[in-house]
């Protein structure tokens, strides 16, 4: 998960940040863009490109903290608006349950689902996207594929391997995991 | 529920619907509209007005058949689009996950959810609604209540018993019962 | 689905629910047992062996439809007691809120459920099972499977297309699809 | 919600708990035990009785912190084992996704849910438990109390104003909510 830029508009200092996140479970939404139809199938699924800490190009779904003071439902629009851009009009869902939790550790084996820096506990969301949506800050591209190609051996092995199986469920839950 | 009118669009004669009624539990979709703020928060709840075959005055939310071969959500997107007319433009839920299971039966013990015509099972899904909305066909009214509002106990009175019930689990659900 | 001999003791001649099949959306349960270690992660998924109409082995979920004047849960009890004995003991969910619908069509280009017989919309629940099983009725083996069998190639392609999708849903919504 | 005591098995002194506390969101689960029937109807809801910091007699339902490298289901486990008894037995939910979302907040007016130490994000679960109960640690008492009586205004106003309302979304979400 990408969330530098936000740790410096927060209220810790990075080295804080940095000892807390030793010390405390940090609170993630993951946020699964998606293009519906009339009738609310999913078309498409969006995900990001970005360059990663080793130089990797990698894609990514949208996700990143919730600040302190911040609701859920709020973190979800902030962190949808700073990667889509602000003409995405995300259509953040009206009831807070969200389809799954994802708990990502630094020891890989806890989970299946690991990051070096942290334990995070991420919330998932599927959002409906309906706007114009450009890549912002530090994503190189935003591509819509359907959930057909999302799964695909080529893409699934672009995506982090959490981030894939996030993607897999959010699938899974609206119902068109091919 | 109200759905006399799709009895005639669908391939069943009204004698032959009115022995299946007594036979075999029927699918319904319930819906709850609402008007949600930017970051998803309910702020109003849609209900119909309609004169009951008692001539009294009911206030409901959209409920209706699914019929032979149709989706769940092309039968939302019917029953909503019948009731609140074509420029609704109810945003239905990606996910076919309802937010509860309604059963109407004809003996109003088994469940609490009584309905005379039939045995009924509702998926309940809350669905926002962002264009203009008109009551059509035989509503006489549509109004917009907020939570506070659609709680009280003179609207909770001039709901039928069973869409008071799923109107305050649809609060419940999205976090906002009073 | 394989549903006859409820057929029998409900109140519908074989003949009238050949009609009715034809005309009307059924409802149907579809459960996935699993059992469970004490954190509540799924350890394994239970699949019935059966022989089908065309003389084929083929693995099923417990699956069956819900009758008139029967609630939700009662049909799964039912349906879960028939299939893998009295001694079971299924955790029947205190939530009517299944984790998908599965939508079952003549026409297999719908959903891409298919069911040649019938409509049936299938309320999918996880329902985790404590008790000694015997496979009971029509089902000759229950075989007990981590998730990684469950979805390896030669387990899947001795489901059916529907309840292999099934289960693969039932994988992602309790966090253990691999 | 209490959990004083976790704070010292954890790996953050005192102090530094009380820093991060005025810093990040801190995870909370938040588990509504219930007993249910054979067909998972909820019969009864378990509250806590525990003597508050200001000396008056509270009832609560089962709320703490998860820690640093602990999965949700086994804080949800580790907390319900400490506040029921060892011979609980909690049946812990397959399934990671919470029926809500509850965010306490220092600022009451954010979310209607108050927490003046800090800002929790708290993930709700109904868990059935079948074994033998005792309130342990700083609990004076547990009762068992069915739906009707459980959203009295007698025993409503005897809970905390965040747990009355995270007990009512569970009881409508498991469909009795009177």
Request: proline fraction near 33%; charge should be negative.
């Given at each position: 998960m990408t969330d530098f830029t936000e740790t410096q508009s927060s209220w810790l200092s990075a080295e804080d940040m940095e000892t807390a996140r030793g010390r405390l479970p940090i609170v993630y939404v993951n946020a699964v863009p998606v293009r519906t139809d009339e009738a609310g199938v999913v078309t498409h699924v969006g995900l990001l490109l970005r360059i990663g800490p080793d130089g990797a190009a990698n894609r990514e779904i949208v996700a990143g903290r919730v600040l302190y003071g911040e609701r859920v439902r709020d973190a979800l629009l902030r962190h949808l608006e700073k990667d889509l851009?602000?003409?995405?009009l995300p259509r953040i869902?009206?009831?807070?349950?969200?389809f799954t939790v994802i708990e990502y550790f630094p020891?890989?084996?806890?989970?299946g689902f690991y990051d070096p820096r942290q334990h995070a506990v991420g919330l998932g969301y599927v959002v409906p996207v309906e706007g114009d949506c450009e890549p912002s800050q530090d994503a190189l591209d935003l591509v819509w594929l359907s959930p057909d190609e999302v799964v695909s051996p080529t893409v699934a092995a672009e995506l982090s391997p959490g981030h894939e199986k996030v993607v897999r469920r959010a699938l899974a839950h609206t119902g068109c995991l091919p």
């Open positions: 851009g602000p003409l995405a869902p009206s009831s807070p349950q969200p020891n890989p084996d806890i989970s």
